[in-house]
């Protein structure tokens, strides 16, 4: 810097009417001020705000070169501690004002070079860490932004099979900023499709004075800014090519500026607009690069992804073609546990209050939901949609042997007839009334039959007249006796809940060790580890008496304890099944508080599931 042979400053007012005169103070200075008295000289992205000791600190500052008296300076130094902070005492030759400046701007540069290489550091942290695509972008032009003090920027995704570039992010500090859907062509028509084509950094700091950028062709298209009523002084276009050298988005900044506010009238775009500098567009390039690498992983983790959901959509269709009875049944049990996890995970106070699932765990919990019935692929078909108490088949048999026994009736009747006509016996007194009887007696137990061949939800005492009936038995035109109801038929409708003999609810428990030995075989990853364990234990109670392995609570996971009253609960109240009615919910509810009291259920779970209304997240098919 040089000095004029002026005489010593002597006030803050003439170390301001100085530097203003001087200005610029020095090479690549920019002065700006404010109306309570400080100046803000910047170069680059530093920034020293030069004030008095009366002056009010502001709340966010590069560095501080205070002005004064020694006395004053004094006084004002019991108040400042940070090491960013750099004093000036009066009076003083200007020159040696313009070298405490210069000395303030090159610590003030300084300052910010190791911001940027912690900001750097931050930002690799923080794309490392975060696998949405969406996100990484959004992550990307934040902190590009940031590091650069540009006023604006955006995001373009490449589709180059397309042959199209498509804006994905952008964001003005000045003005509301919406592209929509807009669409470039790659190519050298437009700054970013001729980053995209040539594969370099452009960098302009005329855009506003010249529409063409200097040493190529391309032309910067004005529309957009005439429709924001924005103007497009600086720029710089990076594009961001993976290491296997496919450029994958363009990143582009817009009027690097000096502070924060935003940018409203012209005077601010003439004054605090400045070119982004070399070390800006190494940085920006560098960033570029390092997102580049940052959105193949976000890409490769989103695809991997996508990939899990669809086998698991494809298994629970598996499950579906095999049980079509039960259609729906895995995707609702899973909204509703993934719902009851968010409640507990949005409880601040009682038992819950320390629980807390991450978004890993919700998908891990939705995957295990969708998948705890994948083992009924393994379950003999007839048994899996086991609608009554007997197969069809069996109650076939059972209608056939009613209609035999009938016939029998009838026979036997038309041969007593037959046998008193040729005796010319008159007809036996009530002989017509006894067959009649006989005829309701058999219709009546067919009844009885079919009315016990439904089943129920809750436990029923079965008639024991079924056992008589067991013993009923006709003669067949062959002379060879039948009993009415086979031993299997008996032990089958003699059953007091649901449809299934105990030899047939053994077979449908083995479904969920069908479900854990398939599920255990995937490389779920670290983050889905536990889909096997809860997909395998929504059927564990917490008295021992669950299945397949009696397991004690303590080693029942609260997710499969959340998954067992979503299951239950489903179970009873869908409409989809056609062995049984849908249960209103208050008497769903009532079962399962029952379920509770007997000490199978987990109460708290319970207990949230009923006051966050969890059954009331959708309707019910």
């Not at 540009?150 to 804006?167: H, K, Q, T």
């Not at 507990?344 to 939901?369: C, K, P, T």
């Not at 029998?408 to 017509?432: D, F, I, N, S, W």
Request: aromatic share 6%.
């Amino acid at each position: 810097m040089s000095a004029s042979s002026t005489p010593e400053l002597a006030t803050f007012a003439d170390v301001r009417a100085w530097l203003l005169a001087m200005n610029p103070p020095g090479r690549g200075l920019r002065v700006q001020t404010h109306e309570d008295g400080p100046l803000a000289l910047a170069r680059s992205r530093a920034t020293v705000t030069v004030m008095a000791p009366g002056h009010l600190v502001p709340e966010r500052f590069d560095h501080l070169l205070v002005v004064g008296t020694r006395e004053e300076l004094t006084q004002a130094l019991q108040g400042f501690t940070d090491p960013r902070v750099h004093l000036l005492a009066l009076p003083c030759h200007p020159l040696l004002v313009a070298r405490v400046v210069e000395a303030a701007i090159e610590s003030a540069e300084a300052f910010a070079r190791a911001r940027v290489t912690d900001q750097l550091l931050d930002i690799g942290l923080a794309l490392n860490a975060e696998r949405h695509p969406q996100r990484v972008l959004e992550l990307i032009l934040k902190h590009a932004r940031e590091i650069t003090g540009a006023d604006a920027g955006s995001i373009y995704l490449v589709d180059e099979e397309a042959d199209e570039i498509r804006f994905a992010v952008a964001e003005n500090d000045s003005v509301p900023t919406n592209l929509g859907d807009h669409v470039l062509h790659i190519g050298d028509g437009s700054v970013v499709g001729n980053a995209v084509l040539r594969r370099h950094v452009i960098r302009s700091s005329h855009l506003y004075r010249r529409t063409m950028l200097p040493g190529n062709f391309v032309r910067h298209d004005r529309s957009i800014d005439q429709e924001l009523q924005y103007q497009t002084r600086s720029m710089i276009t990076a594009p961001m090519i993976s290491p296997e050298g496919r450029v994958l988005a363009v990143i582009q900044l817009i009027n690097a500026k000096l502070g924060s506010a935003p940018l409203r009238t012209i005077e601010d775009f003439d004054e605090r607009v400045r070119p982004f500098t070399a070390d800006d567009e190494r940085l920006c390039q560098s960033l570029a690069s390092q997102a580049a690498v940052a959105l193949e992983s976000a890409r490769l983790y989103a695809e991997i992804q996508s990939l899990f959901e669809g086998f698991v959509r494809a298994s629970v269709r598996a499950i579906e073609q095999r049980d079509p009875t039960t259609s729906g049944h895995s995707q609702r049990v899973a909204d509703l546990t993934v719902a009851l996890a968010r409640a507990a995970d949005r409880a601040d106070a009682g038992w819950f209050a320390e629980v807390r699932f991450s978004a890993d765990q919700l998908r891990e919990i939705e995957y295990a939901g969708l998948l705890h019935d994948f083992g009924k692929v393994g379950v003999r078909e007839e048994v899996l949609v086991k609608a009554k108490k007997l197969y069809p088949a069996q109650l076939q048999r059972v209608r056939a042997r009613f209609e035999h026994m009938r016939t029998a009736l009838l026979v036997e009747r038309l041969q007593t007839e037959l046998q008193r006509l040729r005796t010319g016996q008159p007809e036996p007194l009530g002989h017509e009334r006894d067959y009649q009887r006989r005829v309701l007696e058999v219709d009546a137990m067919l009844a009885l039959v079919l009315e016990a061949n439904e089943p129920t939800v809750l436990p029923t005492e079965v008639s024991s007249r079924l056992t008589a009936i067991a013993g009923e038995s006709f003669v067949d035109a062959a002379g060879q006796r039948h009993a009415l109801l086979q031993g299997d038929e008996l032990e089958a409708l003699l059953i007091r809940r649901g449809s299934l003999t105990d030899a047939e609810r053994i077979q449908i428990q083995h479904h969920v060790t069908h479900t854990y030995d398939f599920l255990v075989r995937i490389p779920w990853g670290q983050s889905l580890a536990m889909v096997p364990d809860i997909a395998a234990r929504h059927h564990e109670y917490l008295d021992g008496s669950g299945y397949p392995s009696n397991l004690p609570a303590e080693r029942i996971p609260l997710q499969a304890r959340m998954m067992t009253v979503a299951d239950i609960f489903d179970a009873l109240t869908a409409s989809d099944r056609p062995y049984k009615k849908a249960v209103p919910i208050p008497l769903a509810l009532d079962i399962l508080r029952a379920e509770q009291r007997q000490g199978k259920l987990d109460p708290q779970v319970l207990a949230l599931f009923i006051d966050a209304k969890i059954f009331e997240g959708g309707a019910r098919p």
